[in-house]
Nanobody
Framework: QVQLVESGGGLVQPGGSLRLACATS????????MAWYRQAPGDQRELVAT???????DYADSVKGRFTISRDKAKTTVYLQMNSLKPEDTAVYYC????????????????WGKGTLVTVSS
């Protein structure tokens, strides 16, 4: 079973930057989309950014112009560059991969990481 491992979270001051990374535990054959979600205390999990296998990107209105999602060509790591961070960006950030196929002929899976905490505070 492929696992997703997030890293890069931490404490940052308002206006600062962080770069999150999400790596698959092994190489994969294909995927439909990779995404970052976040969940603040007491709130529902919300979609932050997505990138399709073709490279199309989409963002939540609250992060447009500040966050950038990208992935490496080997399809094993997805990144979230977060700039101009605000206190309201504080949340646990989760990586998600949809339609993940490890080897040709395998079933497509939806996989979640365990999350990484981002705290924006002075």
């Amino acid at each position: 079973q492929v696992q997703l491992v997030e890293s890069g979270g931490g404490l940052v001051q308002p206006g600062g930057s962080l770069r999150l990374a999400c790596a698959t535990s092994k190489s994969i054959f294909s995927f439909t989309a990779m995404a970052w979600y976040r969940q603040a205390p007491g709130d529902q999990r919300e979609l932050v950014a997505t990138i399709s296998s073709g490279g199309d990107r989409d963002y939540a209105d609250s992060v447009k112009g500040r966050f950038t999602i990208s992935r490496d060509k080997a399809k094993t790591t997805v990144y979230l560059q977060m700039n101009s961070l605000k206190p309201e960006d504080t949340a646990v950030y989760y990586c998600n991969v949809q339609g993940l196929i490890t080897n040709p002929g395998d079933a497509a899976l939806a996989v979640w990481g365990k999350g990484t905490l981002v705290t924006v505070s002075s």
